[in-house]
């Protein structure tokens, strides 16, 4: 295929006219596209070069070489060159050749557009017969060969990567801004176009489109423009990126990894490298590194990134020399450097490579970031990536250096630690890591600023890989594994640790436990099951912090998993970690007691602490019932729960038990008697209280109850806790509500004088809480029901309740409340027979206790009367109901 030609300059008239015109038109050339190339193929001569110019000069001229895009979808190749007067004589003339490329159609060859700089194929006159000769071929001139092209991108070193940042944003349309390189000569823009398209993907090399020369880049419309000094600044349009490469470099660092290793391969003088990268930067970054090229930090993370994916589809010898290159061992460089690197940090020259914890290197400069704004532990981690994908698919001679050196990175610059095996290193690389990284090895696990469970136990896993010798830190390590395990939830010390202010650690996310799972890492497992050392001193720490806090360390290793069958001994940690659910379950709690007790190994007589431990385990926020503790007092001996300090869990049980818990009084005398020279005077009183509440209950021939009741209570050093004070208060009143009735079935005799005494001591005491409950008692169930089916009881209670009138105005009140508000309302309902009965038991009693129940129950004035005496008709009775009170049965009846 022909393609069509065009020439352009000033010519004598012709059938065309004169001046400016197309000389010579290859036939079919459409007038649309004519118009369209005359735009794009002009040219002004520099400013500063000379006006007339004789032939000499003439060379001087720049050459405008222009690959530019047409509306069809076609390019326009042109060559436009000064020839300084035209046939007039009138300076100023150019000729332009031009060569039309439809759209899809390329040069001969398949050639690029770059290659055709200064070829002998372009004319600077009109073919004499006006007829374009066709061409087939374009023999590139010896400008672009490649060792021209080597040694121009050397001259142009610190300034390559910033053009191919550009270059790439520009072609990839992240930014459309044009490039203007200004240069001394035309000819060092073509080279630059001709570095461009080499790096470039083919496809997109061939739709770049430049232009060598112009004086207006304003007008320019091709996205690499080439520029003499003295043409048109730009500078100051945002359009353009301006590289002035007559100038002085900024010497900024480029941010673009692909750009940077472009700029290397260049430098190296290994353009062929280009070829089968496609122009992807992570192929590219290999076959440098595998050509011995030395890239930067991102250069080589996307060179082992690539790697990983595509390892088993490189050449056999390219995978070992690509290893060795980025394990940094490789020898000599590019530029015959040693680029070495021990695993100390340091190069062979003693200069020390590895970057500081505050992110600078040692002359100050921030290293955390790589100039492509990427972490520098990228490369760390796409190291780690091609370790990992490589340990035990190739042989180890292989892998192994490319392991050790990920392995010293991750303990020297503090980053990930790999799972590596004694089968990732050769033995040599071992001793050598060894003797490099121990002291690095000691000081990460000895560091308390980073979760113990994390990365001081991956290091400490090295450590045995590397056979380095880390005992003495053991104690320690495992005391502070042991305290985030069982802390770490809550955020409080446990309480066998101080508190102290650590600074906050973000825990990595692959060894986070959930919140509703066991609390320990898998890895800690591991290391526990494999490590004896470690497991024998972790346990102990746990041990004695499951015996500090039996409950917080049971809610945090329960069901964990922890191997404690592994060890004999750690009983209170056997307790904690295999008593799984013990405490949150229903059933015999006593039971679950002793089936906690029993996990421990050992008998609590031979170690006492397991006891207090199995208690708390079990009762971890309560206490036993009296039942439940009386048994664990007698079962277990006062001996062993004196030596393992749960005496006072059992003396609290007794003073903190429901007054109706009938167990509590034996449980309080057996403490009395078990414990005489423990118990101090805060717990004394109340247990002989409850003592003799048991006594009160029990119907025991004692004398005083009152008088001794309240002695016990005001002459103990501390006030007694309200279950005690309650429970024996209602003790004394069930006691007096008890008498025998007068007249009662069993026996005629009148009540025992002692009885009277007992009230009478009550009625002078005017004591508020003997009285309140009394008056509770009462109007409890119990005595209504006696009331409503006991004639004789109503007559021993109406005794009781009018008897000691105005003793004490506590008293006075009491009883005439009870006289209104309990006796009265089922005296009114009682049946005829009932009635008569309560009189005649009133009646054996004395004439004068009759009569003043006549009175008191009689209706009308003299009733009334009575009642101001016996408690009716006072303001009392207009009240409410109170709580408890007797109500009538249904119908009058008797119940």
């Known amino acids: 295929m022909s393609l069509a030609q065009l020439h352009y300059t000033s010519a004598p008239p012709g059938p065309d006219g004169s001046g400016f015109r197309f000389t010579a038109v290859s036939p079919g050339v459409p007038q649309t596209l004519l118009r369209e190339a005359e735009q794009l193929i002009g040219y002004e001569p520099p400013r500063d070069l000379p006006a007339r110019p004789d032939a000499e000069q003439l060379k001087g001229f720049p050459k405008a070489f222009s690959c530019s895009e047409l509306s069809d979808g076609g390019r326009l190749l042109s060559r436009s060159v000064y020839t300084g007067a035209d046939y007039s004589g009138r300076w100023g003339n150019f000729h332009a050749h031009a060569l039309h490329l439809p759209p899809g159609v390329r ?15 372009w004319a600077d006159a009109t073919p004499p017969d006006g007829q374009p000769q066709p061409v087939d071929r374009f023999e590139p001139s010896g400008l672009l060969r490649r060792d021209g092209l080597v040694a121009f991108a050397r001259s142009r070193a610190d300034r390559l990567a910033a053009f191919f940042a550009d270059l790439r944003a520009l072609t990839e349309e992240t930014d459309t801004r044009q490039i203007v390189l200004v240069e001394h000569d035309s000819a060092d823009v073509a080279q630059w176009i001709a570095l461009a398209c080499t790096v470039l993907p083919r496809e997109r090399a061939h739709r770049l489109t430049f232009t060598t020369y112009t004086r207006r880049p304003q007008q320019a419309r091709q996205q690499i423009v080439g520029a003499l000094p003295s043409s048109e600044p730009v500078g100051h349009d945002h359009r353009f990126r301006v590289h002035d490469c007559t100038a002085r470099t900024d010497e900024e660092p480029v941010q673009d990894a692909w750009a940077d290793v472009c700029a290397r391969v260049w430098v190296a003088g290994r353009p062929e490298l280009f070829r089968d990268s496609s122009g992807e930067l992570g192929p590219l970054a290999v076959a440098a590194l595998v050509q011995g090229i030395g890239l930067r930090a991102d250069g ?21 020399v690509l290893i060795a290159a980025l394990a940094g061992r490789s020898g000599k460089g590019p530029g015959g450097h040693d680029t070495r690197h021990s695993f100390t940090g340091q190069d062979r020259s003693g200069q020390d490579t590895r970057y500081s914890s505050t992110g600078q290197d040692r002359g100050g400069q921030d290293t955390r970031y790589s100039p492509t704004g990427t972490p520098l532990d990228d490369e760390p981690a796409a190291l780690a990536a091609l370790s990992a994908r490589l340990d035990g698919q190739v042989p180890t001679t292989v892998s192994a250096p490319l392991a050790a050196r990920v392995l010293a990175t991750a303990v020297l610059g503090r980053g990930p630690v790999p799972p590596l095996v004694a089968g990732s290193l050769t ?30 136990l991956a290091l400490l896993r090295v450590a045995d890989l590397l056979d380095v010798d880390c005992t003495e830190a053991l104690p320690e390590f495992a005391g502070r594994i042991a ?82 069958s592994l060890d004999s001994g750690f009983p209170h940690l056997r307790m904690c970690v295999q008593a799984d659910g013990a405490r949150r379950s229903g059933g015999d709690r006593r039971r679950r007691f002793h089936d906690v007790l029993r996990t421990a190994g050992v008998s609590p007589h031979a170690e006492p602490a397991v006891l207090r431990t199995a208690f708390l385990l079990v009762w971890p926020d309560g206490l036993p019932t009296g039942e439940e503790a009386s048994l664990l007092l007698s079962e277990l001996g006062s001996d062993a729960h004196r030596l393992a300090g749960t005496w006072d869990l059992l003396v609290e049980a007794a003073l903190a038990a429901p007054a109706d818990d009938p167990a509590v009084p034996v449980l309080a005398a057996d403490l009395l008697r078990c414990f005489t020279t423990e118990l101090g005077p805060a717990h004394r009183a109340p247990l002989l209280l409850l003592e003799y509440a048991g006594l009160l209950d029990a119907g025991q021939d004692v004398e005083g109850w009152v008088e001794h009741v309240r002695r016990l209570r005001d002459g103990a050093a501390e006030p007694a806790p309200e279950p005690v004070t309650q429970r024996v208060y209602d003790a004394v009143a069930r006691r007096l509500l008890a008498v025998p009735a007068p007249g009662s079935e069993a026996d005629a005799a009148p009540c ?62 009491t009883r005439t409340t009870l006289l209104a508000k309990v006796l009265r309302p089922v005296v009114r309902v009682l049946p005829d027979e009932d009635r008569n009965a309560v009189e005649e038991a009133l009646r054996r009693t004395g004439r004068g206790r009759l009569d003043a129940y006549r009175a008191w129950n009689r209706p009308g004035a003299l009733g009334r009367l009575a009642g101001r005496l016996t408690g009716r008709g006072r303001r009392e009775e207009r009240q409410t109901t109170w709580y408890g009170d007797v109500e009538p049965p249904d119908g009058g009846g008797r119940r």
């Open 107 to 121: 040069l001969p060859d398949g050639a690029l557009p770059i290659t055709a700089w200064e070829s002998p194929r």
């Open 300 to 320: 080589r993370a996307a060179a082992a990134r690539w790697a990983a994916d595509h390892a088993f589809t490189l050449l056999p010898e390219t995978l070992p």
């Open 427 to 456: 033995p040599a690389l071992r001793a050598e890591l060894a003797r490099d990284l121990a002291p690095a090895l000691r000081q990460g696990i000895a560091d308390a600023t980073e979760p113990a469970a994390g990365r001081p």
């Open 483 to 564: 305290r985030d395990l069982v802390s770490e939830r809550t955020g409080e010390p446990t309480a066998a640790e101080p508190e102290t202010e650590e600074p906050a650690v973000e825990k990595p996310a692959a060894e986070e436990s959930s919140p509703d799972g066991p609390n320990v890492p898998a890895a800690l497992l591991d290391a526990v099951h494999g490590h004896p050392a470690l497991r024998t001193a972790l346990f102990g720490a746990l041990d004695a912090l499951a015996a500090a806090n039996p409950p917080g360390a049971a809610d945090r290793l329960a069901g964990s998993g922890l191997p404690v």
């Open 752 to 813: 025992p004088a002692v009885s009277e005494s007992e009230l009478y001591a009550l009625a002078r005491s005017g004591d508020p809480g003997l009285l309140a409950a009394y008056e509770r008692v009462a109007r409890g169930d119990r005595v209504g029901e006696r009331l409503r089916t006991v004639p004789s009881y109503v007559a021993a209670c109406f005794g009781d309740w009018s008897a000691y009138p105005q003793t004490h105005p506590a008293w006075e009140a």
